[in-house]
């Protein structure tokens, strides 16, 4: 059986036979291998099928009992002629044409009992057998590179005999990773793949429970539905337990989404649209009103302009467009948007910044107990100005909308119900999202909050500098950063919760940390295992050649003991390498455990210390959100500002003095020298 980092880590050598020769090339990776899996799985079914008839009936299956056993052993059907094997022997003009007709047929021979087509649009994803786009008759993808790419991962079994779903699923995740990774600057990266950390501190704090609905509206690739499977699986031994549902609007990343449930072997139900303006889940019997969700998760696209779809470029007096600074035309709203889902209660927010209007439809999509963690642009937490008097700053001012729907979220719609849904805020660091600089937060609603929390909000500051690590134009949260941001947002300030959460925490972490551990110590013996023993062949060898001049009383040649010296430094810096390598991967893992443990110590002295605490989080009261005009920006209430280091006058004197003193003596020595040289001179 494989692992899923050597799996992940071959699957990602498919994008050097790729990259370059086509655009979004990763929808190329991931239908193919989706692909490959169903057609070397769907063997492996058979011949399980076989076995389990076998063992249970002491015969072999009749043709007719195979039929059966056939049919019922697939989740999905690949008709003859439509396998990987036949795509592979196809000969080299036929061969894009030979896949694009085997993913095509499969996507309209798999139909449920509802009359869906379950495949269409998620396998067939990628055209295969388009034509170049200069006319020149050949095709876009050239069937030599389709040929090198189908050699390369038909070398890789990926049925159930050598990959397992968990295995083939984190395989599959980590390409998508791989794939943001390479393109962090761009929007794409963005749009498919929130980072595993954030998506992380969401899940672990809403905690999902048996038979909870989880709703992701703008999904991506599907990383926080995934995660809450995962968290079902481990905390309550079934992924299957939660209900997972997705709507995407972009079509590639809606396809990549709906086969990482697959791979993962999940039943999810997720929806390709504009969730704003064509929300897919709704209630059976009122096509007018949202379906609600135990818990939402999501990362919807920060500050989306033209949001309703209702902007039309502005015109100048010679009606030309009228361009921004980066080029684009300036846009003018002239059509009011009506939501006919009754979403946007609170407000309509500016046709111009689609932040609260996301906002509002995860809202609208909680039940009467739901809990939500979003993650947002922090202008949400301050933008928008409130209502001014002409008593009060001279002038007349309407409270802006942004304001308006903030103050709704905190106080409940018409402002009298006190009703505060922001259960929790977490400022991030900026630059830790692919795709944007725009410095993030997450918040958490909570529809139903304990009653001790009702009138409270927990705000946590983790942009502090040294709480992240900064890599070249991103900036990354660490295990244990993690653990703190988890830490305080579980405890809510109480030492004790954070005492056992900590604990619970260090085992699991310490625990991943050994498995990856280990895995780089294998992966570090076996990459330099054929070169070694390549190596020590042709030292054995030199060592033969010189025993066998020994044994006829002859001496080694010049060249043989060359030969033996060269061989065996070469050998010796080979075993240095992997050595250094594995000291590498060791002091790593030693570091990562060091600062788990260094966070722990200032996590626990810093709840012990009411002044400290200031300066990681604060518990809220609703009556200074109001005295601060509900601007929940951080530094109004936690202590964002660095401390000025502290200096031991004393010992400051007593440097100074003794700098003045080396002053003195430096002085006196360069006065003697001078006096010698003069007197030389004279």
Known sequence: MIRKQALGSLLFGMADILRDKVEDYK??????LFFKRLSDNYQWEIENGKKQFTETNSREPSVRELEVITKKMHDFVIPKGCFWEDVRNASIDKKNETLDKAVGTIADQNVDQNGKYILKGIINTVR????????????KLDPEVLSNLINYLGAVDLSNKNVTVDVLGDAYEYLIKRFADENKGGTMAGQFYTPQEVVDIIVR???????????DP????GGFLLNAAKYARINHQNAKSVRLFGQELVWNTWAICNINMILHGLDARIEQGDTIRDPKFKEED?????????????????????????????????GKSVLKKDGTPQLEYKKEFTDSYNRLVYGIPPYSNGDFAFLQHIIASLDDKGKAGVVCPQGVLFRGQPEKTEEEDGQNRKADVEYIIRRGFLQGIDFKEHINIIDAIVVLPSNLFYGTTIPGAIIFFDKNKPAERKNKVLMVYAAKKGWYREDANMSVLEPHDVLRISTMLESWGDIE????????????LNSTIQIDLEFDISEIEKDAAEEIAIKSEKLEKAKQAIKDKESQHKKPTKSELKALETNQKAL??????KEAKINAVKEKAAKQRQAIADVETELLQMFADPELRKRYFAIVDMDDIEENEFNLNIPRYVDTFEPEEQIDLQEAIRDFQKAMQTESETMQSLNELLKTLTGNKQ
């Open 218 to 221: 703008t999904c991506g690739s």
């Open 572 to 577: 010796d810096k080979l075993l240095a390498d």
């Open 286 to 318: 009122n096509p007018l009103e949202l379906r609600t969700f135990n818990k939402v998760m999501a990362n919807f696209p920060f500050s989306l302009e033209n949001w309703a779809q209702n902007g039309e470029p502005k015109k100048d007096k010679k």
């Open 128 to 139: 295969w057998n388009e034509p170049a786009p200069d006319g020149s008759g050949g095709k």
């Open 27 to 32: 929808s190329y990776i991931l239908s193919l």
């Open 497 to 508: 919760i954070a005492k056992t959460w900590i604990a619970d925490r260090k085992l699991q």
């Open 205 to 215: 704090y809403l905690k999902p429970e048996p038979g909870d609905t989880i709703y």
